[in-house]
């Protein structure tokens, strides 16, 4: 049998280790929410640079298609 002293220590060690899980998960709940956020400022640039493509250098065919269009949609640096 374990003494009030021994269950208490037991009890503070366990609950030490339900903290360190709860931050872990917050952590990783953060990593994964600006993961998220970072994918979607990058989906609405590309969407972006597909419109000024289209403003610029729709003629016959969608800017965005044209060879200039392709240029701006996938630089990595965009071009004002």
């Given at each position: 049998m374990a003494s009030r002293e021994e269950i208490s220590k037991i009890k503070k060690v366990q609950n030490s280790g339900a903290e360190r899980e709860n931050t872990s998960l917050?952590?990783?709940?953060?990593?994964?929410?600006?993961?998220?956020?970072?994918?979607?400022?990058?989906?609405?640039?590309?969407?972006?640079?597909?419109?000024?493509?289209?403003e610029r250098y729709s003629h016959c065919i969608d800017g965005w298609k044209t060879d200039m269009g392709m240029v701006l949609l996938y630089s990595v640096n965009q071009i004002t």
């Open positions: 917050n952590s990783g709940e953060t990593m994964i929410r600006h993961l998220i956020q970072t994918k979607m400022r990058t989906l609405v640039d590309y969407y972006k640079r597909i419109g000024t493509a289209n």
